[in-house]
């Protein structure tokens, strides 16, 4: 059974920082593009920042500049999924989940319908 499991959510105030991780386990992750998404209160869920086919990396066009996304291969079936967030805005306050998209979906780039696998999210709370 595949699990994504998220941690390092919080709340901060305006400007400040905080990293997610998520450790992906008993996937075959080479086989597989993580990506983050979020879901703000009343909002539709939403991209982030991901992986693509060819190890390429999106975002969404409202954390350029401030988010990070990085992984670690720790062996075939198991791997860390970072997200490094700087100067957050009380709009980052959402629901921010890990998820996994086969290897030959994510060239669609931070679609919430071609995602295989989800985590159980964690919580960015920012405050003005």
């Known amino acids: 059974q595949v699990e994504l499991a998220e941690s390092g959510g919080g709340s901060v105030q305006a400007g400040g920082s905080l990293k997610l991780s998520c450790t992906a386990s008993?996937?075959?992750?080479?086989?597989?593009?993580m990506a983050w998404f979020r879901q703000g209160s009343g909002k539709e869920r939403e991209g982030v920042a991901g992986f693509l086919r060819d190890d390429d990396i999106m975002y969404a066009d409202d954390v350029k500049g401030r988010f990070t996304i990085s992984q670690d291969n720790i062996d075939n079936n198991k791997c860390t999924l970072y997200l490094q967030m700087n100067s957050l805005k009380p709009e980052d306050t959402a629901m921010y989940y890990c998820?996994?998209?086969?290897?030959?979906?994510?060239?669609?780039?931070?679609?919430?319908?071609?995602?295989?696998?989800w985590g159980h999210g964690t919580q960015v709370t920012v405050s003005s």
């Open positions: 998820a996994a998209r086969v290897f030959v979906r994510a060239a669609a780039g931070l679609v919430e319908d071609l995602v295989d696998y």
């Open positions: 008993r996937l075959p992750c080479s086989s597989y593009r």
